[in-house]
């Protein structure tokens, strides 16, 4: 039960939004396009960049307002749907694999990668794919995108203990999300590791400004 509704609604977002405007201010400051004149597919380093640090941002904060609003309201029930939440939920989520042009556009601005950088690449690599392959076997795609805040009979599902969750609950954000680590190693750009450095702390802004606090409203003490 939510007392104050309008209040629950913004709790935290002061952090978690505003920590991601601010990491993007300063992740920009970081990398030197001036003298990057660097182009792929047409694109220049400069938009690739602004672009993939885009994205999180808009997939973060659209997934802050469709939680909260349906916690507190059923908004999304009411206008849209979950499935249409989900449709736009993983063309965001599709977008953000977009960062990888900027791999291309910014390759060795960092150092020129070798067979190092390639196998310490591998060993992110290795634990994505078994995060994916845990998600789809155990968890379910659908839980991922947050459908324990639209239907009621998930918070009787226990948390999942399967897979590489065994490892960690928090496997999507501990191994999935550095895989942009692992394209940054590998293409030795440095406005890729900004890149992968926002997104890892901007999600886990995420986790404990949102996800965490819309936790105790959905499983209470359990």
């Known amino acids: 039960m939510i007392d104050n509704k309008l209040n629950f609604f913004f709790k935290n977002q002061i952090w978690h939004i505003g920590g991601l405007i601010l990491l993007f201010y300063v992740g920009y400051q970081m990398v030197d396009f001036e003298n990057n004149l660097n182009v792929f597919l047409g694109i220049s380093a400069k938009n690739w960049f ?8 808009i997939h973060q904060g659209y997934v802050w307002l469709c939680w909260r609003s349906e916690l507190c309201w059923k908004t999304i029930s009411r206008t849209i749907g ?5 449709l ?6 599709i977008l953000r694999l977009f960062s990888i042009g900027l791999c291309f556009a910014d390759y060795g601005t960092w150092f020129t990668p070798g ?18 392959y845990s998600i789809k076997k155990y968890f379910g795609f659908m839980r991922a995108t947050g459908i324990d805040h639209f239907d009621p009979s998930y918070k009787d599902i ?8 065994k490892w960690s609950s928090n496997a999507m954000y501990t191994f999935a999300i550095a895989i942009f680590f692992g394209l940054a190693i590998s293409s030795g750009s440095k406005a890729m590791f900004v890149f992968a450095s926002y997104t890892y702390i901007g999600v886990w802004l995420h986790y404990f400004c949102t996800e965490k606090e819309d936790f105790k409203v959905i499983y209470g003490k359990k």
Do not use: D, H, N, Q
């Open 82 to 86: 979950f499935k249409a939440y989900v």
């Open 158 to 165: 226990p948390f999942e203990k399967r897979g590489i969750f």
């Open 50 to 57: 602004l672009f993939s640090m885009a994205t999180p941002l």
């Open 88 to 93: 736009i939920f993983f063309i965001i989520a």
């Open 115 to 132: 067979w190092i950088a390639w196998s310490i690449s591998v060993l992110i690599f290795i634990p994505f794919i078994y995060t994916i």
